[in-house]
């Protein structure tokens, strides 16, 4: 956690300016971006009549993606560290909401039925 953390004061102290710029825009997206995943996953799962217990699984398959890789490829390939702001981050959004729907749920075990 110390690293992530590290590297994402890294990639915000280059990309300060377009941090001040556009942040409050890249935070909606990424929070959108986040939510939407779990919810398309999710409910899809449904649709194709999974049990709860795969909805589950496909909600976090979908809407948790690699942000580390991305950050990693927006600096190492792009050199950019405007480029690794928004997966950086969509990164700590995913990791904050994916421990809490993983708490939510923790509290409603799934039920067997479909």
Do not use: K
């Not at 993606?65 to 190492?76: E, R």
């Amino acid at each position: 956690m110390a690293a992530i953390c590290f590297i994402l004061a890294i990639i915000a102290a280059g990309a300060r300016e377009e941090l001040l710029r556009s942040g409050a825009l890249l935070l909606a997206a990424a929070l959108l971006h986040n939510t939407a995943g779990y919810g398309l996953g999710y409910f899809a799962a449904r649709m194709c009549r999974l049990r709860e217990i795969d909805c589950r699984t496909v909600a976090f398959e979908v809407g948790m993606q690699n942000g580390g890789t991305a950050v990693g490829l927006a600096a190492t390939v792009l050199r950019s560290p405007a480029a690794a702001l928004a997966p950086a981050i969509f990164g700590t959004f995913m990791n904050v909401t994916g421990s809490a729907l993983a708490s939510w749920w923790r509290d409603r075990p799934p039920s067997t039925q479909l």
